[in-house]
């Protein structure tokens, strides 16, 4: 039989072969110069993912299909519209693209959620989140944040989180409504490479000797109760590894 009904606006279209789907844009947020935030049409059957998963974006450029993956920063726990952030980088070609000719009301095509940097949730949780990000490395994060703050009452997080400056920090009013609406469970300690004139935070790159010092400055609830992320340049996960190496932290 013909199908003769129109698609609303919230439906995707059915999976084609090997798990690709068509999401509609229904907003384009920017987060800063260089980052920005599309948020899809949730679709009927909604599209099933875990805090910290990404998404495979399709977009043909100049006759070619270009494949990128980026993280999503919504939580499926919230209900929220699946939604990645993406920050340009120079020579990009998909991040590029998207940010200059990307609009609300266009399709994209993309492939199923995937990813393992995500943690099991439970409401009888009782631990200690331990993050460090760097850049659009907070994009995971964001989600996983947010199923925390959602989905673990018991549980608290501090994130350690690096940019060049003030103007580059991502979700940074969202960030700061965390610190307020969860004061008791959410922490965040900023650090900039070039941080203003009555920075009082943490600046520079983040070393050992930074790291060391921060960790006097989070809750310890002891390594039994934590789970360390990190999500960010290849020099600051390698700084953070052997930190939490020289604290007797499993790398699992």
Known sequence: MFNLFKKKDG????????????????????????????????????LQYEPGQFLTLIQEIDGKKIRRSYSLSSSPYL????AVTI????????SNYLHKN???GDEMEIMEPMGSFTTVFKQENERHLVMFGGGSGITPMMSIIKSTM??????????IYANRNVDSIIFKAQLDAFEKQFANRFKVVHVLDNAPINWQGPSG??????????????????????Q????????????????LESMGVAKD
């Open 102 to 104: 990307l609009k609300v």
């Open 228 to 243: 360390y992320l990190m999500c960010g340049p290849e020099g600051m996960m390698n700084n953070v590894q052997a930190l």
């Open 150 to 159: 959602q989905e673990e009452p018991k549980s608290i997080v501090s994130l």
């Open 205 to 226: 790159l983040l070393n050992p000797v930074m790291l060391a010092d921060i960790f006097t400055k989070i809750p310890d609830w002891g390594i039994k109760k934590s």
């Open 87 to 94: 920050k340009c980088v120079e020579n990009g070609l998909m």
């Open 79 to 82: 209900n929220e519209d699946p």
């Open 11 to 46: 439906e995707a279209s059915k999976p084609k072969k090997d798990h690709y789907f068509t999401l509609k844009v229904k907003k384009i947020v920017h987060e800063t110069e260089d980052a920005y935030t599309i948020v899809f049409h949730q679709p009927t059957a909604p």
